[in-house]
């Protein structure tokens, strides 16, 4: 029986996505002044390593800034705080990445 390979490309691009997930999860366990973005930036190294899209920063941080909207209009402040302060996170991280992309490829 012959593997197909579409499956597994397709799997393999949910991964950035997911290893992203994991770290907006631990910062939220364990949230202190330098976790918030610890975890964020922790993932550069291994999102270059494995030359994942560094995109997927960005993208999880507009979609957090749209749910901190959504947040704070329900009357959550600190909830809406602590997303916008993620999204930030994720913003800086995905530009830094972004640079470092640019960089190597010269």
Not at 7 to 13: D, I, R
Not at 31 to 44: A, D, P, Q, W
Not at 74 to 81: I, L, R, S
Not at 88 to 97: E, H, K, P, R, S
Request: aromatic residues 16%.
């Amino acid at each position: 029986m012959k593997r197909k390979k579409g499956k597994c490309k397709k799997l393999s691009e949910y991964i950035p996505y997911t290893v992203v997930g994991i770290a907006l999860l631990l910062s939220l366990i364990f949230r202190s002044n330098m976790g918030e973005c610890f975890f964020v930036f922790l993932l550069i190294p291994v999102f270059i390593y494995f030359d994942f899209n560094g995109r997927v920063f960005i993208e999880y941080a507009i979609a957090m800034l749209v749910l901190s909207a959504i947040v704070l209009c329900v009357n959550k402040p600190k909830a809406a705080n602590f997303l916008a302060i993620q999204s930030y996170w994720l913003l800086v991280a995905g530009i830094i990445f972004m640079i470092l992309e640019y960089l190597r490829g010269r």
